[in-house]
């Protein structure tokens, strides 16, 4: 008895934790990744069975050895990351974050080849710039979906293809920023590049803390503000936001700006990081292909729950298996091997409902067969008791939550 | 007498999370009569006709058919027993015409190919033999209402069922139209078919039912003979104690013009005529005016040109002497109107955010409640609980309940706590009771009251003849998108309200007073 | 330059456009079409380009194995068609089983099957071939088809310089306007992206209906790819490019026809006359002396498709229901 009353207390813990919706959010985006890499095994297996092992432990944990790298791949990410997320708080589905990228990175460089600055202010344009040339690609579908009512779904493929050939031939046809015989954009100059961190071997540099800031500035933004509260309520219900007279087309032109700006700052941040051999830099080739961390941003921001905190930390865990992605290649495993991943975990994150329910359920059941088998040292007979027991203070919680969900 | 049940539906449970919808029903059908279903919104009347058309599985109970235990598992299963449903939402596929909707489901087909032919012979035959007038090749969208009811009677004799429910089917009907629905239910008892007719109206159920069967809050009250009872009797049975069915207010006393609409016309947003034709009004201050008349006849448009969600094509709008005809819609609130909408799930709520964030949905960027850009969330809170307060809204959890988990009552006092408590000169209310059972709509009924006598003026648009005859001091009749007819409550009958309601009488000499 | 050769010049763009203009419109026809079945069912498919990319990699695959073996190209043609339409098929259900029995979001579903395909060809292609894709050597291209390639002006037009693939196209579309407007499972399909809750209460399954549409989806889908691959791609496929984002403009072209199928068919040759003018640019005398850069001529078939879109979407009605999960409790 003095144990039954022991574990009771234990267990109304329990369901407040996994009961609670930011924590059903956090089981399912794990649910969600494991599936990923499920999925990436059995690919790597089909592939090389031999390799299978070793390629995904490779895979696991190569970024750990390169942890400066994992950081600085990282940036731009979380900055598509928080692109897609703060748009998708207001029900937009950014998915030209590639192209709001690629002009970013466009407008970086061409201040960084161009526009000549002291060292120590030519970054800071640079970086400023970018983030304008990212808030013109995002302003273009929110334009044309609030003024014109076409889905910003649509809008934003094809600005992305628009951006993506625009910025190559800009590129191309520009003296001094294209190297023909590499088919790459030469090296920027040393004043353009962000200050390093420092670390040797590294591009790592400041601008991952200005990123960090950045999302709690958005965080801030979201939950403490006016204009989040009408970003999130138009989200949740545009009707009612308008009924509210609230400006939806302002805002919706307003939150695709902003949203562009942050992946335009994405693509300032990969292309101005410093070398770690001096007098070179990152370096872009024009081979007509769509920016892929445009949509590794999708998968950030689903990770992330779309919040500006979760996405700190999804991009970081986003970068630490395409680091150790590149790790595989020396069992034979093509980098794109995360890029399946990748997408399979956006895959399965669309039904995030459902994977909640499954979390829980697997959680509940592990925890209980946990305790049974802890409480079986103590009391035998006591098992069989306890499980009635919580099946008996099920319903009353389980109608809290089918509320919540409707 | 008991082989004469046609269906019999025993014991019927049925559990939806957090509400117990059907507790123990039983309902037995006679053949050849009609049984109405009684009860208040929500009592459960829907539910149990979803079990027996096989929309919904019971938890516990038996359905029989002639003495024998069916399973109804689905809509096919309800078909091949003859029975048939005329949903209160009409079922119809807008894009569709008249012909493919009825055939829908049980096309004739050779090959796969549909044989149109045959099945317009088909309805043809049902559509002369019961006088159901139906133009098959219109589509839906372009059909009265009137006429949409009748192509859903035709989808019933289409597939040879002989035992029809009606749900809510007078709501949507002039009462010209009610009596002819009437006279093709009796018709179609005489010819054998058995009816189930569910109602909240009692003079319906008396003037056409054999047998009535009520439901409160999901529990079976009884089955009476309509022959051996009383319009009083069924009402106490239906709402559990005595109601009066008026509402207790003084005459109007109207003050000055607040809202003035004159030559208003608003576009529709299917058609490429105007569903608001010209319509012109006033409201004053201190008094109550109904726009009455059948959903569809541009009353809806004609609030969203008012209320500033659609932009009217003609026409102008003032609100306490402002021109306001294009103005925003926090213009529009700003300048003082408060606006309770149709839909409240869809316009009035944001169901994810909390009531609190509900509550000041009008008012957060006012300084009270924000400073420089920052919501002051003391000043929410204190705010919420005053109003929870002052309008006894009930939820889980007080000014932080999740409005989605609450009921649609309580979401609706929220709604009227909102924007009552907001500064404001002119009320606009649709529907603001629908849905809702007798108390919450009591409740409603009080507040649009004392707002008036408050010196406000409230203007409110319902389908609902029974309470735009309670509640107003004047009434605007619409129909076909104009102003048909201003009638007073006292000297008006329902009989001539519904003769402008259908169109089929106007009066023109109010009008010109406006011009 | 007298007139004559103007003239002369011209005819000979004229047919060089409308030869090169129908390989690329039947791609696109076909896709949109299958995106027209799945929205009219209710499901929004914008997995297009995958499933596309998906169908052109099995039937080149298929191409690839059996270019040794002798076999009439036309006939490894046609085959590898309907080997492109079964793995649409199979890669539509991971949208149909998402979208519809597990109510999915279907952008974010459709999103993640764009990216998966591209980076799995990439990943087996570099694998096993060592390249970024899949490159075959079946000349599937007819210069001129017997009898009727000898019919004056109209020969030329429409039966030189070709591919199989546009017949097959053009007679597809017969088959699905047939289907859509004239048979039981059209009308029923039809009823279900508009209204599911009516089909539902006269005892049509949305669930089946919908697996349907987006299974259609994935079949045209998928022949439409391996027809890209082939009439644009000389029967090649990489992961680089894929598509080009044919799968996207099938949509757009699908919006433009308002979700029929012959305005779909129009819209869809209005969008290929923009794609072939970049390999024509060279050919028509004032532009060639323009001297656009190439890329413009690239960007052209997307911003056309946003002007067409800025123009009919704010009138354009889509099928009420798409994108709305059924269930069929809520009512």
């Known amino acids: 008895m003095h144990n039954e009353s022991l574990s009771k207390k234990n267990v109304?813990?329990?369901?407040?934790?996994?009961?609670?919706?930011?924590?059903?959010?956090?089981?399912?985006?794990?649910?969600?990744?494991?599936?990923?890499?499920?999925?990436?095994?059995?690919?790597?297996?089909?592939?090389?069975?031999?390799?299978?092992?070793?390629?995904?432990?490779?895979?696991?944990?190569?970024?750990?050895?390169?942890?400066?790298?994992?950081?600085?791949?990282?940036?731009?990410?979380?900055?598509?990351?928080?692109?897609?997320?703060?748009?998708?708080?207001?029900?937009?589905?950014?998915?030209?974050?590639?192209?709001?990228?690629?002009?970013?990175?466009?407008?970086?460089?061409?201040a960084g080849f161009f526009f000549n600055l002291p060292r120590g202010l030519h970054w800071i344009v640079c970086?400023?710039?970018?983030?304008?040339?990212?808030?013109?690609?995002?302003?273009?579908?929110?334009?044309?979906?609030?003024?014109?009512n076409v889905n910003e779904v649509i809008t934003s493929i094809m600005f992305n293809y628009i951006g993506m050939f625009l910025v190559d031939m800009w590129i191309q046809t520009t003296p001094g920023m294209y190297v023909a015989d590499k088919a790459r954009t030469a090296y920027l100059p040393a004043s353009a590049q962000m200050p390093s961190l420092g670390i040797p071997n590294s591009?790592?540099?400041?601008?991952?803390?200005?990123?960090?800031?950045?999302?709690?500035?958005?965080?801030?933004?979201?939950?403490?503000?006016?204009?989040?509260?009408?970003?999130?309520?138009?989200?949740?219900?545009?009707?009612?936001?308008?009924?509210?007279?609230?400006?939806?087309?302002?805002?919706?032109?307003?939150?695709?700006?902003?949203?562009?700006?942050?992946?335009?700052?994405?693509?300032?941040?990969?292309?101005?990081?410093?070398?770690?051999?001096?007098?070179?830099?990152?370096?872009?080739?024009?081979?007509?292909?769509?920016?892929?961390?445009?949509?590794?941003?999708?998968?950030?921001?689903?990770?992330?729950?779309?919040?500006?905190?979760?996405?700190?930390?999804s991009s970081v865990f986003i970068s630490h298996i395409q680091r150790g992605g590149t790790q595989a290649r020396l069992f034979g495993y093509e980098y794109e091997i995360i890029d399946v991943v990748i997408s399979v975990i956006i895959y399965f994150s669309a039904f995030v409902m459902l994977m909640q329910e499954v979390a829980k359920k697997a959680l509940r059941q592990l925890l209980d067969s946990l305790k049974r088998s802890f409480g079986k040292k103590g009391a035998e007979k006591a098992s069989d008791a306890q499980p009635a027991a919580e099946i008996m203070a099920e319903p009353e919680l389980s109608e809290v939550e089918k509320e919540g969900q409707k | 007498m008991e082989d004469n049940y046609i269906i019999e539906m025993l014991n019927i449970t049925k559990v939806f999370p957090g509400i117990v919808a059907n507790d123990n029903v039983t309902l037995r059908l006679k053949k050849g009569e009609i049984h109405a279903l009684l009860g208040e919104n929500g009592a459960g009347k829907s539910t149990l006709m979803s079990i027996l058309f096989g929309l919904y599985q019971a938890d516990s109970g038996e359905i029989r058919k002639n003495g024998k235990v069916v399973k109804i598992n689905n809509p096919n299963d309800a078909n091949a027993l003859g029975i048939g449903m005329v949903h209160q939402h009409f079922k119809l596929v807008e894009i569709f015409t008249v012909l493919e909707n009825i055939m829908l489901g049980d096309e004739p087909t050779k090959l796969g190919f549909l044989q149109r032919k045959q099945a317009r012979e088909r309805i043809m035959k049902f559509s002369q033999q019961y006088g159901l007038e139906v133009n098959l090749d219109a589509l839906i969208e372009d059909i009265s209402v009137g006429m949409q009811q009748r192509v859903e009677i035709l989808k019933m004799l289409y597939r040879d069922n002989e035992i029809?429910?009606?749900?809510?089917?007078?709501?949507?009907?002039?009462?010209?139209?009610?009596?002819?629905?009437?006279?093709?239910?009796?018709?179609?008892?005489?010819?054998?078919?058995?009816?189930?007719?569910?109602?909240?109206?009692?003079?319906?159920?008396?003037?056409?039912?054999?047998?009535?069967?009520?439901?409160?809050?999901?529990?079976?009250?009884?089955?009476?003979?309509?022959?051996?009872?009383?319009?009083?009797?069924?009402?106490?049975?239906?709402?559990?104690?005595?109601?009066?069915?008026?509402?207790?207010?003084?005459?109007?006393?109207?003050?000055?013009?607040?809202?003035?609409?004159?030559?208003?016309?608003?576009?529709?947003s299917i058609h490429k005529t105007n569903a608001v034709r010209n319509v012109s009004f006033d409201v004053r201050a201190g008094e109550i005016v109904c726009i009455a008349g059948i959903d569809g006849n541009g009353q809806t448009e004609l609030v969203y040109a008012l209320t500033g969600l659609e932009r009217p094509s003609g026409g102008t709008i003032t609100l306490c002497g402002r021109d306001i005809t294009r103005?925003?819609?926090?213009?529009?609130?700003?300048?003082?109107?408060?606006?309770?909408?149709?839909?409240?799930?869809?316009?009035?709520?944001?169901?994810?955010?909390?009531?609190?964030?509900?509550?000041?949905?009008?008012?957060?960027?006012?300084?009270?409640?924000?400073?420089?850009?920052?919501?002051?969330?003391?000043?929410?809170?204190?705010?919420?609980?005053?109003?929870?307060?002052?309008?006894?809204?009930?939820?889980?959890?007080?000014?932080?309940?999740?409005?989605?988990?609450?009921s649609g009552g309580n979401q609706q006092k929220a709604i009227v706590a909102r924007e009552l408590d907001k500064d404001h000169k002119l009320l606009v209310a649709v529907q603001p009771t629908r849905g809702l059972d007798v108390g919450a709509i009591e409740y409603i009924h009080r507040q649009l009251v004392s707002d008036r006598d408050a010196g406000k003026a409230v203007l409110i648009v319902s389908f609902e003849l029974d309470e735009v005859m309670d509640i107003s001091d004047r009434i605007l009749v619409m129909y076909e998108g104009e102003i048909v007819?201003?009638?007073?409550?006292?000297?008006?009958?329902?009989?001539?309200?519904?003769?402008?309601?259908?169109?089929?009488k106007r009066s023109t000499v109010k009008e010109m007073s406006y011009a | 330059m007298n007139s004559n050769?103007?003239?002369?010049?011209?005819?000979?763009?004229?047919?060089?456009?409308?030869?090169?203009?129908?390989?690329?419109?039947?791609?696109?026809?076909?896709?949109?079409?299958?995106?027209?079945?799945?929205?009219?069912?209710?499901?929004?498919?914008?997995?297009?380009?995958?499933?596309?990319?998906?169908?052109?990699?099995?039937?080149?695959?298929?191409?690839?194995?059996?270019?040794?073996?002798?076999?009439?190209?036309?006939?490894?043609?046609?085959?590898?068609?309907?080997?492109?339409?079964?793995?649409?098929?199979?890669?539509?259900?991971?949208?149909?089983?998402?979208?519809?029995?597990?109510?999915?979001?279907?952008?974010?579903?459709?999103?993640?099957?764009?990216?998966?395909?591209?980076?799995?060809?990439?990943?087996f292609s570099r694998m096993y071939f060592n390249s970024d894709g899949v490159t075959t050597r079946v000349r599937f291209y007819i210069s001129k088809i017997p009898v009727l390639g000898d019919i004056p002006v109209i020969g030329r037009l429409f039966f030189q310089n070709t591919y199989i693939t546009v017949y097959i196209g053009l007679l597809l579309l017969v088959i699905c306007t047939i289907f859509f407007y004239k048979t039981r499972l059209g009308l029923r399909l039809r009823a279900c992206g508009e209204h599911p809750h009516a089909a539902d209460s006269v005892g049509i399954n949305v669930y089946r209906m919908r697996h349907l549409g987006v299974g259609l989806s994935g079949i045209l889908g998928g022949i439409g790819g391996f027809f890209y691959a082939v009439g644009i791609m000389d029967g090649n496929v990489n992961g680089h490019t894929g598509v080009a984002g044919f799968g996207f403009l099938a949509l757009a072209v699908m919006i433009f026809g308002q979700w029929k199928p012959i305005r779909i068919f129009f819209a869809a040759l209005f969008f290929a006359f923009f794609r072939t003018l970049a390999p024509s640019r060279s050919l028509i005398p004032f532009v060639r002396d323009m001297n656009i850069n190439a890329a413009y001529f690239k960007m052209l078939p997307y911003a056309a498709t946003m002007v067409v879109l800025a123009f009919t979407s704010k009138k354009s009605r889509a099928p009420k229901a798409e994108g709305i999960p059924f269930d069929k409790g809520q009512r």
């Open chain 1, 12 to 110: 109304f813990h329990l369901k407040k934790i996994t009961g609670s919706k930011a924590f059903s959010t956090f089981t399912a985006a794990l649910l969600a990744i494991l599936l990923g890499l499920v999925f990436g095994f059995i690919v790597m297996l089909i592939a090389s069975p031999p390799n299978a092992v070793p390629g995904i432990f490779a895979v696991l944990t190569g970024g750990f050895r390169r942890i400066a790298d994992v950081i600085y791949y990282a940036t731009p990410i979380m900055m598509t990351g928080l692109a897609v997320g703060f748009a998708f708080k207001m029900g937009l589905f950014n998915i030209g974050a590639s192209g709001q990228y690629t002009m970013g990175m466009f407008f970086a460089m061409y």
């Open chain 1, 127 to 148: 970086v400023a710039m970018g983030m304008l040339g990212g808030l013109l690609w995002g302003l273009i579908p929110g334009v044309f979906k609030a003024l014109l």
């Open chain 1, 203 to 313: 591009g790592v540099n400041i601008s991952i803390f200005i990123a960090i800031a950045i999302a709690i500035l958005l965080f801030i933004v979201l939950s403490k503000t006016t204009f989040g509260y009408e970003l999130k309520a138009t989200g949740y219900n545009r009707h009612a936001s308008t009924y509210a007279g609230m400006n939806g087309k302002r805002n919706i032109i307003l939150t695709m700006a902003i949203a562009g700006a942050l992946a335009g700052l994405g693509g300032a941040f990969a292309f101005l990081a410093p070398s770690s051999i001096p007098g070179s830099s990152v370096t872009y080739e024009p081979i007509n292909v769509i920016a892929p961390n445009g949509f590794n941003g999708i998968a950030v921001a689903l990770l992330g729950n779309s919040s500006p905190i979760g996405i700190i930390f």
């Open chain 2, 164 to 268: 029809l429910i009606f749900d809510e089917p007078t709501a949507v009907l002039t009462p010209q139209e009610i009596d002819d629905l009437m006279e093709i239910m009796r018709e179609f008892a005489r010819s054998g078919k058995s009816i189930i007719f569910i109602t909240h109206k009692l003079n319906e159920i008396m003037a056409v039912a054999d047998r009535c069967t009520v439901l409160r809050k999901g529990k079976c009250v009884g089955t009476v003979n309509i022959k051996d009872t009383t319009k009083e009797e069924l009402s106490r049975m239906m709402v559990g104690r005595d109601v009066s069915f008026s509402v207790n207010k003084a005459d109007a006393n109207p003050g000055e013009v607040v809202l003035s609409v004159r030559n208003l016309s608003v576009p529709s």
């Open chain 2, 327 to 406: 103005a925003s819609i926090r213009n529009r609130s700003k300048t003082g109107m408060s606006h309770i909408p149709e839909d409240r799930q869809k316009h009035g709520l944001i169901l994810d955010y909390t009531l609190e964030e509900n509550l000041v949905l009008q008012r957060y960027w006012q300084p009270e409640f924000q400073n420089k850009g920052f919501i002051r969330f003391d000043a929410m809170r204190s705010y919420a609980t005053r109003l929870i307060d002052q309008y006894d809204i009930r939820s889980g959890q007080g000014p932080v309940t999740i409005v989605r988990s609450m």
């Open chain 2, 485 to 504: 007819g201003e009638l007073d409550p006292k000297t008006t009958t329902v009989q001539e309200l519904g003769l402008y309601m259908s169109g089929a």
């Open chain 3, 5 to 123: 050769d103007l003239l002369k010049e011209f005819i000979d763009v004229f047919y060089f456009i409308v030869q090169n203009m129908l390989p690329v419109a039947i791609p696109l026809l076909l896709v949109a079409l299958g995106g027209m079945f799945s929205e009219r069912s209710g499901v929004i498919n914008i997995a297009l380009e995958g499933i596309m990319l998906f169908g052109a990699f099995f039937g080149c695959l298929f191409v690839y194995y059996v270019q040794n073996t002798g076999l009439n190209p036309q006939v490894i043609l046609l085959l590898g068609m309907v080997i492109g339409a079964i793995s649409g098929f199979i890669y539509s259900l991971l949208l149909s089983v998402a979208a519809v029995n597990l109510k999915a979001d279907q952008t974010i579903t459709g999103t993640a099957l764009n990216l998966i395909i591209p980076a799995g060809i990439l990943l």
